[in-house]
Nanobody, 114 residues
Framework: QVPLVESGGGLVPPGGSLRLSCKTT???????LAWYRQAPGKERELVAS???????SYEDFAKGRFTISRDNAKDTVDLQMNDLTPEDTGVYYC?????????WGQGTQVTVSA
């Protein structure tokens, strides 16, 4: 059973917002966690990560639009995405950073379209 479960994806128009959530387990409280995405026909890429000290890091395309946060008491890591564009379409995954093959789950589909 994969210990990371993503949710919150959906279909939104350009300029819209979504909040993704990843349910983890307590063992991940001591790990840097991250969100990744894979667009159709492209390789999976890092979106943002957050350290155990709540220090966030963002890829350039996510800066100013996305916010990553974690709640160790609830065992969750969230990704708030604003001002979405069609280029943000893809399957979004959570994992550790660096990622582990053991933790890739099903992901959650985000589609940005009018």
């Amino acid at each position: 059973q994969v210990p990371l479960v993503e949710s919150g994806g959906g279909l939104v128009p350009p300029g819209g917002s979504l909040r993704l959530s990843c349910k983890t387990t307590h063992i991940f409280n001591i790990k840097t966690l991250a969100w990744y995405r894979q667009a159709p026909g492209k390789e999976r890429e890092l979106v943002a990560s957050i350290s155990t000290f709540d220090y966030p890091s963002y890829e350039d395309f996510a800066k100013g639009r996305f916010t990553i946060s974690r709640d160790n008491a609830k065992d969750t890591v969230d990704l708030q995405m604003n001002d979405l564009t069609p280029e943000d379409t893809g399957v979004y995954y959570c994992n550790t950073r660096p990622s582990s093959q053991d933790y890739w789950g099903q992901g959650t589909q985000v589609t940005v379209s009018a």
